[in-house]
């Protein structure tokens, strides 16, 4: 639906070949995690922890290790600095970090394909109209006034879409809150899309489960900015107020800023420094600045980590319903599935050489995890029967692999332990 809803924008709007509308369902292996766009060369690149170029395509064509030697070299990425930084935005690349706007690297891989194919142009231009696909139909009105393609069809079709929580973490939820943790839910999305979400994925009380919620945070700028540049807002039917000078009570809000939502969580606790621990699953807007801004635990959902165990799940058809693969039916395959093109998101070989032993690195990605991330979990689900005070390993400089749970992903494992795990 996301593929669907930027292309027919780019066709219709933008005048982009009509071939783009239609999807191979295998073409979708090329969406893989951690990806970064050079938007100037129409190059998709896959990185090292040290910035190096791992693997590479130009639009969805993979390159092979020569040319990716050819073109760039046994040395950092010219914006690996930047993006390594992970505080800026930049309009030479664009980082693919969540499944949200993930099928978007398809797309703009196919309309390199197609430029190439009409033009043979060197240096792209595409970028604009991708950002205004997204704009038309994100944009905070979308919702309300059934713009673009995408919230009228979750909205017609919720059940195709959504999936409903676990009762387990549902449980969870309520455990936390009788035990006197204050809850709390942090979205961008507008405050109209998260009704909707909450209400199908919770039920209709699902204000209950939360003490503060905050739609259209706008993060990582909630995490980033001063409470002048990014005040809250209170909400009357979904339309943003005036804004407010401080935070007093709980509640649901608007936009805002972690500064200021931390002094309301002292006044709640009573507490000089309340711990937070904040959950979510995009290194870029979630666990990169709730840690580095505001100096949070972080929790990072990662779906890569139930690896090639879902796709065996999917297959066992005397599973009851709930305990099956999530994304069943008639879809392709669930979005972790490791990528033919991309591979491993957590390692790969150097390009070029022979022996491969040696050459085995730790993505970008991978590092930016054990990083940045307290510890990294495969879903909610996975922790929510344990109990409330369980300890958990966290990563630590020692260790980039103790804060996964409840295990590291194989390939970080050294190769003997992989055989027994077999």
Known sequence: LIYDSFAQYLVTEKGYDEDLLTLAPDSLDFCCKG???DIEEGDFLKLAEDGTVLRASHGTKSMTSEEILETYGRREWKHFNTVSGMV????KYYLYDNYFDLPGALLCARVVDSLDQHDGQ????????MVAAVQHNYKITAFKEDCGMYFPEVKNHPDKYLQRCPKSVKKWLKQLKSAGKILLLITSSHSDYCRLLCEHILGNDFEEYFDIVITNALKPGFFSHTPNQRPFRTLENDEEQEALLSL?????YSQGNAIQLYELLKKMTGKLDPKVVYFGDSMHSDIFPARHYSNWETVFILEELL??????SAETESEPLEKKGKYEGDQPKAPYF????WGSFF???LPGLENAEETLVRTWSCKCISTYSTIAIPSLEAIADLPLDYRFTRFSNSSATAGYYPSPPRELLPNEESVTMK
């Not at 800026?88 to 309009?91: C, I, K, L, Q």
């Not at 060197?122 to 109209?129: A, L, T």
């Not at 007093?248 to 649901?252: E, L, S, T, V």
């Not at 690896?307 to 065996?312: K, L, M, Q």
């Open 35 to 37: 990806l970064v766009l």
């Open 347 to 349: 390692v790969d070989r």
């Open 88 to 91: 800026s935005r930049s309009a």
């Open 307 to 312: 690896g090639d165990e879902v796709t065996v």
């Open 338 to 341: 490791v990528s033919k093109q």
């Open 248 to 252: 007093d009570k709980p509640g649901w």
């Open 122 to 129: 060197k240096k792209y231009d595409f970028w604009k109209d």
